[in-house]
């Protein structure tokens, strides 16, 4: 059955520095999408990502947050000044059509220290 | 805009017992919704959705769930659990058409007891 691969499961990065996780989405999905989940609480919607483009993001989605699909195949989500807050489990998502086919990626647990 | 609740953070339940984890969403227009499972460092797995049609759908691993637009429900039932149910389970809603983001609930965390 196709993924979705993250790399890596586990960062640990010290704070105001730049990361970036990666996403593999399934081949033939065309649209993406981020989510995180800080321990304990909801998983939250970041940014959805179609036809190169960012088409929905969220209130946490500011200006240290950018996506990019570089190469056709991996789809990255850089935070780039990264806040203790930062910490949480990243999920990246891929869907053909709609949130009716999403397959979940296994995470990027993210540690700020 | 949309949302949804879960009630009961944590459930217990007894190996061979009806599962049953509440969900209630609110929206302005027809909803999508869905029932994920989590299991321990793993990603989010689809359970069970429900877009249009039939009222009633049947997921993965026995799981069920019914759309109630009176009562604005999505309650996850299964007649007997399995110690293997034992995860975190997420509901979430979106509003269909364009939209695409899913809003998930705080989830619920299933033990099964022996």
């Known amino acids: 059955e196709p993924e979705v691969t993250q790399t890596p499961s586990h960062q640990v990065t010290q704070m105001g520095q730049e990361v970036i996780l990666r996403c593999v989405p399934i081949?033939?999905?065309?649209?993406f999408y981020w989510y995180r989940q800080i321990l304990g609480q909801k998983v939250e919607f970041l940014v959805s990502?179609?036809?190169?483009?960012?088409?929905?993001k969220s209130e946490i989605f500011d200006d240290q947050f950018s996506v990019e699909r570089p190469d056709g195949s991996n789809f990255t989500l850089k935070i780039r000044s990264t806040k203790l807050e930062d910490s949480a489990m990243y999920f990246c998502?891929?869907?053909?059509?709609?949130?009716?086919?999403?397959?979940f990626g296994s995470g990027t647990r993210l540690t700020v220290v | 805009a949309q949302s949804v609740t879960q009630l009961g953070s944590h459930v217990s339940v007894s190996e061979g017992a009806l599962v049953l984890l509440r969900c209630n969403y609110s929206?302005?227009?027809?909803?999508?919704l869905f029932w994920y499972v989590q299991y321990p460092n793993q990603g989010l797995q689809l359970l069970l959705k429900?877009?249009?049609?039939?009222?009633l759908v049947k997921g993965i691993n026995g799981f069920e769930a019914e759309f109630k637009k009176s009562e604005t429900s999505f309650h996850l039932t299964k007649p007997s659990a399995h110690m293997s149910d034992a995860a975190e389970y997420f509901c979430?809603?979106?509003?269909?058409?364009?939209?695409?983001?899913?809003?998930f609930g705080s989830g619920t965390q299933l033990t099964v007891l022996p």
């Open positions: 998502a891929s869907s053909e059509d709609g949130p009716y086919g999403y397959t």
């Open positions: 990502f179609y036809n190169n483009e960012i088409s929905e």
């Open positions: 979430a809603v979106t509003r269909g058409g364009s939209a695409r983001q899913l809003t």
């Open positions: 929206s302005s227009v027809p909803p999508y």
């Open positions: 429900y877009t249009t049609g039939a009222t």
């Open positions: 081949s033939n999905h065309l649209y």
